[in-house]
């Protein structure tokens, strides 16, 4: 779904303008085959199976204690951190002092852990548009040291994407965080079409280019549904934008819901240019906090320093749990889910985690 493009010896990735209907459509329609419920052999775990006869069983595997649990196809993996009034994290936990609830119905924990050291899988969404034309220097080179912070060479991966009214990535999954630093060096703003080209600076959304426009939720769908639904361990997106949509054809409840069908957090750094209306927190919050993520807005480039240390403490305190859900049905519905933790003698703890996830469809 991606059409190529060429610049000097990088090959990147366009979304074609004429195509990104259909490839959008095409994303939300397919992602009811794919199943939060992970069903590929990198999920989070696959419990044991019994088939065949005791005399056709190979003897069982020994696993490493500090290798996550496999677990059933049909089992919901829940990714949580907890954070104090102080916004200290609470890194304490037991199993016996967590409740999951799906639908207001209490489940069963098959498993729980702290989760430290699972393989992560980020991209960086970074917004090229005209609102972020002078703050874009401090976003690639803030992000270049959070990459060389966050990413372990061999373990994790991670890819540049970069957005305006269409997306181009910069660099694919890659391990390699120098390749990161190349396409985050690489970017760069791209001046809009004169007022009466392809309709005007800001297009129309329907039909010619959407050159000098932000196509945030469009961009959110393509790479929850494209880039990151088959990939397995903790799937992340981290948005650099101010949050103004303004030319993409699809809609947040969209983009929201791609990216719990592919298992996807979205964490967003808002961040944008007074003159050209400041940062929409609203629309950034309901993304990320819908997600099991967050968004920070920093003021000035200290703040914006310490904005992506937020987010890699967020993504190394972490625990993970998992249930078999009580209701079997494979009707695609969605499903809202909440952690509780009602034994915990501190009170006002923030339980961050995705609100629900979509049942398989039978």
Known sequence: MWARANKGSMSSFIFNSRRIIGLSLVALLAATT?????????A?????RKQKPPEQQKPPKKVDDDQTIKLDTKLVNVLFSVQDKQNR???????NEVEIVENGLPQEIFT????FDLPLT??????????????LPLLKDAGGQFIDSVIRSGKDTAAVIKFEGEATVMQG???????????????????????????????????????????LYDAIIATSADMLAKEPGRKTIIIMTDGEDTTSRMKIGDAIDQALRAEVVVYAIGIGDPGFGGVNEGVL??????????????????????????????????????????NEATDGAFRKIEIRLPNRKEKDLKVRHRKGYYAPKG
Not at 34 to 42: A, F, N
């Open 173 to 215: 999954l890659t391990s390699n965080p120098a390749r990161v630093r190349k396409a985050l060096e690489e970017i760069s703003f791209t001046a809009p079409p004169p007022v009466g080209v392809f309709g005007g600076a800001t297009p129309p959304i329907n039909g010619g280019s959407r050159q000098g426009g932000t196509s």
């Open 44 to 48: 989070f775990a696959q419990q044991e």
């Open 285 to 326: 919050k309901r993304i990320c906090e819908s997600t099991g993520g967050r968004a920070v807005f920093p003021k000035g480039p200290r703040e914006l320093d310490k904005a992506f240390s937020q987010l890699e403490q967020d993504l190394r305190q972490q625990y993970l749990l998992a249930y078999e859900p009580k």
């Open 34 to 42: 794919i199943p939060l419920i992970s069903s590929h052999p990198g």
């Open 112 to 115: 729980f852990k702290r989760e």
């Open 122 to 135: 980020l991209t960086l969404l970074i917004d090229v548009s005209g609102s972020e034309r002078y703050t």
């Open 89 to 95: 994290y609470v890194n304490d936990l037991v199993q």
